[in-house]
């Protein structure tokens, strides 16, 4: 009896654990299966959390450096003592990874140590014990794409993993990717002093998004000492005495050059992370790149067996994840639930941020969509030019006929955070001019969001 469930869950990631939270609240008897020894998987143990704290902690050390001057602030050159840079970053795994287990405490959902296959319908083997489940949730998200020839070793090559753990800021840091992780990770070490090189396969970093926003970010990088290598891959990295020689070409393939680095970051994507769950005796689908194949409900192709996350199709995002799983644990649990695929929010938290949301001018192109675009810069905002963080703007594309706003794209100081007033915009079909005519207060960075809202069919007021 006690190995019968309403739901199991495997793997204990974002979109795992919020699944089995929200099914527990709504009744249902829940397990969840996780082999890692903390909860939380990638984003809490070597994700989301671990970097954010790393980036908290850099940014702050530059502060001192850069800004801390100008306000009258004298605290000396600072130093990094790297032990306590890691340790505070170990706090914060720590804490949020302790808070799922009491939630999973709280909510009764027995938390399964050890590694979950699908053995059958309804069926779940963990170890020695065999799960009974009405409705099986597969939640395993990604793991790290490898190049092929280049061995990560989490020491001198590292992937995200291996350089959060850097037990010295490495004097030459290249990056292989210039991606999410490349940028931010990137960003970490070369606010504590590393020469940051990215090598990106593609002419642009970030692909994806907005065409300008990439423009404008890239030259504020640049400026930041960081060192792009587009349109270019790397072949060989070798190992030496004096560190390690990695050859790049260019993408189309070419003479190679020989570049010299310390660290070299992998940070070429994630791939869907199936390995151990029995998939193919199961026969549950997969598609080209190994992520499980599911329906409009969240459903493989094996009744009662469902997947969310990293290991599906879609964006790899944490809270894409958890929307996921919450709207099937409701769908589960028997009520209504569902994803808003077009309004889900992408941030790169670099210094300044980057966030976007909607359609880039790219894909409205493409699609031949009529629209207007409405732009403020940081420049000309009151409490930017207080806080000396003027670098970046905001920008509203909105349709040409009807003012829905179709997408935002903001680079500034908590664009992390103000991304979220055009999600809520969105999510209530709402138009430029209804953000235009919104009351924000003054003096806020958020005014350069209504004043790119007054921008998008008339002026805004400080420009
Ligand atoms: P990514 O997909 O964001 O970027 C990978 C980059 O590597 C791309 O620009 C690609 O063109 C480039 N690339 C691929 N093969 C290459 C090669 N052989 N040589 C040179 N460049 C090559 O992947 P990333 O940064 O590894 O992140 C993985 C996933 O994690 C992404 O889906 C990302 O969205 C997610 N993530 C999200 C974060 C956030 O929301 N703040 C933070 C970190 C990761």
Redesign the pocket.
Request: charged share 10%.
């Given at each position: 009896m006690a190995d019968q469930f309403d739901l199991v869950v495997i793997g204990a990631g974002p979109g795992g654990y919020e699944c089995a939270i929200k099914a527990a609240q709504l009744g249902l008897s829940v397990a969840c299966v996780e082999k890692n020894p903390t909860l939380g998987g990638t984003c809490l143990n070597v994700?989301?959390i671990p970097?954010k704290a790393l980036l908290h902690a850099s940014e702050l050390f530059a502060e001192v450096t850069h800004a801390f001057p100008g306000m009258g602030i004298e605290v000396g050159t600072p130093k990094i003592n790297i032990k306590q840079f890691l340790a505070f970053k170990d706090e914060a795994v720590d804490g949020n990874t302790k808070g799922i287990e009491f939630l999973f405490k709280k909510n009764k959902i027995e938390w399964v140590k050890g590694e979950g296959s699908v053995v059958g319908t309804g069926k779940v083997k963990v170890g020695t014990r065999t799960l009974e489940a009405k409705h099986i949730v597969i939640a395993t998200g990604?793991d790290?794409?490898r190049?092929p020839g280049i061995e990560i070793d989490e020491k001198q090559i590292v992937s995200?993993t291996g350089a959060l753990l850097l037990d010295k800021v490495p004097e030459r840091l290249l990056v292989?990717?210039?991606?999410?992780?490349?940028?931010?990770l990137g960003s970490v070490w070369g606010r504590l002093g590393a020469k940051v090189q990215v090598?990106?396969?593609?002419d642009a970093?970030?692909?994806g998004m907005d065409g300008e926003v990439v423009k404008n970010f890239t030259r504020i990088l640049k400026k930041q000492g960081f060192d792009f290598k587009l349109g270019?891959?790397?072949t060989k990295v070798e190992k030496t005495k004096a560190g390690l020689k990695v050859s790049v070409e260019p993408?189309a393939g070419g003479a190679a050059t020989v570049l010299e680095a310390d660290v070299v970051l992998v940070?070429?994507?994630?791939m869907a992370f199936t390995k151990g769950l029995g998939l193919e005796a199961a026969g549950i689908a997969t598609d080209k790149r190994g992520r499980v194949v599911v329906d409009a409900a969240y459903q493989t192709n094996v009744a009662g067996v469902y997947a969310i996350g990293?290991v599906i199709a879609g964006?790899?995002?944490?809270h894409k994840a958890m929307e996921e799983g919450v709207a099937l644990a409701e769908r589960l649990a028997g009520h209504y639930g569902a994803v808003n695929y077009d309004v889900i929010p992408?941030?790169?938290?670099t210094s300044p941020e980057v966030a976007s949301v909607g359609k880039t001018e790219e894909a409205l192109k493409a699609e031949g969509v009529d629209y207007n675009v409405g732009k403020f810069p940081f420049t000309a905002n009151g409490r930017a030019k207080a806080n000396k963080t003027t670098e970046g703007f905001v920008k509203i594309i909105a349709d040409k006929v009807t003012d829905r706003v179709l997408g935002v794209h903001i680079i500034g100081t908590n664009a992390g955070e103000l991304i979220q007033e055009a999600v809520i915009a969105m999510e209530f079909a709402g138009s430029s001019e209804d953000i235009a005519r919104m009351c924000f207060a003054h003096p806020t960075l958020s005014e350069a969001v209504k004043e790119a809202a007054l921008a998008v069919t008339g002026s805004p007021i400080h420009m």
């Open positions: 994700g989301c970097s990604s790290v794409a190049l995200s292989i990717g210039g991606g999410v992780i490349g940028l931010e090598v990106e396969f593609l970093i970030l692909p270019s891959k790397v993408a940070a070429v994507g994630r990293d964006p790899m995002l944490a992408g941030v790169v938290y």
